[in-house]
């Protein structure tokens, strides 16, 4: 949970004044619930919501308003309009053409998205600041890796309501700021609590208030006037009335729920140790599949810096799904170790301390491979492709080698889902990542970068032979035949590739991955299945 300063007092953002009520160890847990609820709704100076936020609810409200009348509001608000074409042509929605106009935006995305994504562009403005004492930095990391979570994981699961759980999940936390700001003095004692106690923060919210941040935000969005649903949502996104939600409410209480658990987990407010559950947990809420959750944790960090450049909002140093999986490792061999030392204090259970000890580490050994391996294709993960290219362009800055990288992706894959389904897809993969792998055995390093794309590192000599073995690969997954469920497939693929020939500039690991990336872009215009090689 993000830290708060409890000794500053403020009356920027919320308006924070001094009401004279002070906190006693005799006052009836109900009042004090009434009095903290009280003073952040009724706080003299809340900001107002800007101009075209309130334009969208009214007309969200109005039954008869049309996508002409948000283009309407929108053409007021340059800015506006300039951040959401921005956020549409980003990989965020994936566009295959340039959208250039919110009427384009709004036939594409509907309008229900382009209303939802003006009134989180709204809110963000609203509470960006860096005043008053508040730890700005922690608090957006939290709600926007919720929100972005929450996002994907509805994408994912085919939720109408993910764009909705996005806004949920970007006002999760506003309680606990509210609180900061209108009402200090009662909420002060909270704060020190929690340095004390290893409880849930909410839980030490609703021993000492009788309420949860949750509960706040929602007391306070309802006041602002925003859709029922959303509110319901954030008050319940902790789990207390969760399953009373109905509709709407409901989906977005349950994929908030669940992304603000794994968001524990990414922004290290739980420890890494917590993610399987949170994983099972997610599952069994949402619906989602283990294979589409793990596709989603493996982008996240990138989604998360990808939406914070967009919103403009500063969240400091994230963490990749990698990070949190070798950490979970060491922190079971930690706890391995630990047990070790205490099973080598008698003499008598020496031996059975040795034999856990290999155990253990067969264990590790295990969840390393992994943890850096892929389930469907066998091939190295993304984690272990980003260890190894740092690793190539590491040595190759002190050795003046050169440093090779094809990205290469499977053509029309999501269309060859649709046809043929999921099933179908993934012995697709497995046999493209077999003949990956066995081309490429002996010579150089291949990957599966994620979804249908594949990634395969040369160093030295085997740099020079970059051409020829991207097109060896290209002919062979051409020529390979499928088979599946009694049918025979064949796929084709797209190919870039990037060669360093002085690799002790100053090019870094994204630099190159770019370079690879814009010739395999290049490659797909250019009619699919063939050769991009960057000059």
């Not at 929108?74 to 965020?92: F, G, H, R």
């Not at 929605?93 to 036939?107: C, D, H, P, Y």
Request: glycine letters at 6%; one cysteine or more; charged letters at 25%.
């Amino acid at each position: 949970m993000f830290l708060l300063d409890p000794g500053v007092r403020s009356n920027t953002m919320f308006g924070y004044q001094n009401w004279g009520l002070v906190p006693h160890v005799e006052r009836n847990r109900s009042e004090m619930e009434a009095s903290i609820i009280e003073r952040v709704k009724s706080a003299e100076n809340l900001p107002s919501l800007p101009t075209v936020a309130v334009e969208v609810l009214r007309l969200t409200k109005d039954e008869n308003a049309s996508a002409n009348d948000l283009a309407e509001v929108l053409q007021n608000d340059p800015a506006m309009t300039a951040k959401l074409l921005k956020v549409v042509n980003s990989s965020m929605f994936g566009l295959s053409r340039e959208i250039t106009s919110v009427k384009q935006a709004m036939n594409l995305l509907g309008w229900r998205t382009v209303r939802i994504m003006v009134l989180s562009f709204s809110l963000v403005e609203m509470m960006s600041s860096d005043e008053g004492g508040f730890d700005y930095e922690s608090y957006w990391r939290q709600s926007l890796t919720t929100a972005v979570t929450a996002r994907l994981i509805g994408k994912a699961a085919k939720s109408r309501c993910a764009e909705e759980a996005f806004v949920a999940g970007l006002l999760s936390n506003i309680g606990q700021l509210a609180a900061f700001q209108c009402a200090a003095d009662v909420y002060q004692p909270v704060l020190e609590a929690a340095r004390e106690s290893e409880k849930p923060f909410f839980e030490i919210e609703r021993e000492l208030l009788g309420v949860t941040y949750a509960q706040l935000g929602a007391s306070l969005l309802d006041g602002w006037g925003l859709p029922e649903s959303l509110c319901q949502a954030i008050g319940a996104h902790l789990g207390d009335g969760l399953d009373s939600l109905e509709n709407e409410a409901d989906q977005i209480g349950h994929l908030v729920h669940a992304a603000s658990a794994l968001a524990g987990v990414f922004c290290r407010d739980v420890p890494p140790d917590q993610l399987d559950a949170a994983k099972a947990s997610c599952m069994k809420e949402t619906n989602v599949t283990q294979e589409a959750l793990e596709e989603v944790l493996e982008g996240l960090d990138d989604a998360v810096r990808e939406t914070a450049s967009l919103l403009s909002i500063h969240v400091g140093q994230t963490c990749n799904y990698a990070q949190i999986q070798m950490e979970a490792m060491q922190h079971l061999t930690q706890l391995s170790m630990q047990a070790e030392v205490e099973r080598q204090t008698s003499q008598t259970k020496a031996n059975e301390a040795l034999q856990e000890a290999d155990r253990l580490q067969q264990e590790n050994q295990v969840i390393r491979k992994k943890a850096t391996t892929d389930a469907l294709t066998k091939l190295p993960n993304r984690a272990a492709f980003d260890e190894k290219l740092e690793e190539a362009l590491a040595n190759a800055k002190k050795t003046s080698d050169r440093v090779g990288l094809i990205m290469m992706d499977v053509d029309h894959f999501k269309k060859f889902n649709d046809t043929y389904g999921h099933q179908a897809g993934d012995e697709v993969l497995r046999v493209v990542g077999a003949t990956i792998a066995t081309i490429t055995k002996g010579v150089a390093f291949p990957a599966r970068y994620g979804g249908e794309e594949f990634a395969v590192i040369l160093s030295g000599e085997a740099a020079d032979s970059i051409s020829l073995t991207a097109e060896h690969l290209r002919r062979h997954i051409e020529e390979k035949r499928i088979e599946f469920n009694g049918e025979t497939f064949s796929v084709t693929a797209s190919f870039g590739a990037a060669r360093l020939q002085a690799p002790a500039e100053t090019l870094t690991v994204e630099q190159v991955i770019e370079q690879a990336d814009q010739m395999l872009y290049k490659a797909k215009e250019n009619g699919r299945n063939r050769l991009e090689l960057a000059a």
